[in-house]
């Protein structure tokens, strides 16, 4: 089954323990991308890449690292929570850059006490 | 800067009705506009309009988009509870990365 995947799919995290959340495709899509999803503010990108290698800040790029090793996987990394990153996290993955849709994980809830 | 307006924020309305979520945009360069429907998890594509297919329905979905005054609609026809949904509208913006600006939302909740 063609799918967007994400581990673990709740975690609750004191300031400063550094976490990973994985995310992980297997459509061979290049384009990748991270969201944010907050009451009253929506959806907002953090990061992208559009392919191996190939990393870029989105919208809202402070407190989180990316990496892109391979094409399946694009892991979300935090280097220091703190609790103004307690939100929903979700994975998209799209064929390529451009005028195809993105395909979304089933989201990461995290809490940073 | 650009920016994804969508109204009304909440909806409720009986089975059966008829609804018309809107959505209207302000970006640099546009490329598409995309709908997608979030129940409690992730959301799922529902279309994308382009300037090259500004119409698109899938049974009592459908969907237009008017470039020219910039704004799309999602229309519902006889809708079912299961129709009960935050319904997104999202464009890509002016980076290169086609991150997608998303509009806050309608939160449809359709009642028996």
């Known amino acids: 089954e063609a799918q967007v995947t994400q581990n673990p799919r709740y975690l609750i995290t004191v300031t400063g323990k550094k976490l990973t959340v994985t995310c992980s495709q297997n459509?061979?899509?290049?384009?990748m991308s991270w969201y944010r999803q907050d009451p009253g503010l929506g959806l907002r990108q953090i990061y992208y890449s559009m392919n191996v290698e190939v990393t870029d800040k989105g919208d809202v790029p402070e407190g989180y690292k990316v990496s892109r090793k391979e094409k399946r996987n694009f892991p979300l990394i935090l280097e220091s929570p703190s609790p103004n990153q307690t939100s929903l996290y979700f994975c998209?993955?799209?064929?390529?850059?451009?005028?195809?849709?993105?395909?979304f994980g089933p989201g990461t809830r995290l809490t940073v006490t | 800067e650009d920016k994804v307006v969508q109204s009304p924020l909440s909806l409720v309305v009986h089975e059966g009705d008829t609804v018309t979520l809107n959505c209207s945009y302000e970006?640099?360069?546009?490329?598409?506009l995309l709908w997608y429907k979030q129940e409690k998890k992730a959301p799922t594509f529902l279309f994308m309009l382009?300037?090259?297919?500004i119409e698109k329905k899938s049974g009592r979905l459908s969907s237009i988009l008017d470039k020219k005054e910039l704004f799309s609609i999602l229309n519902i026809t006889a809708t079912q509870t299961g129709d009960s949904a935050i319904y997104l509208c999202a464009v890509p913006g002016r980076n290169s990365g086609y991150a997608l600006n998303f509009g806050k939302g309608t939160s449809l909740l359709v009642t028996p």
């Open positions: 382009t300037s090259s297919g």
């Open positions: 459509m061979n899509h290049e384009y």
């Open positions: 970006v640099t360069n546009f490329r598409s």
């Open positions: 998209a993955s799209s064929l390529r850059q451009g005028l195809y849709e993105q395909y």
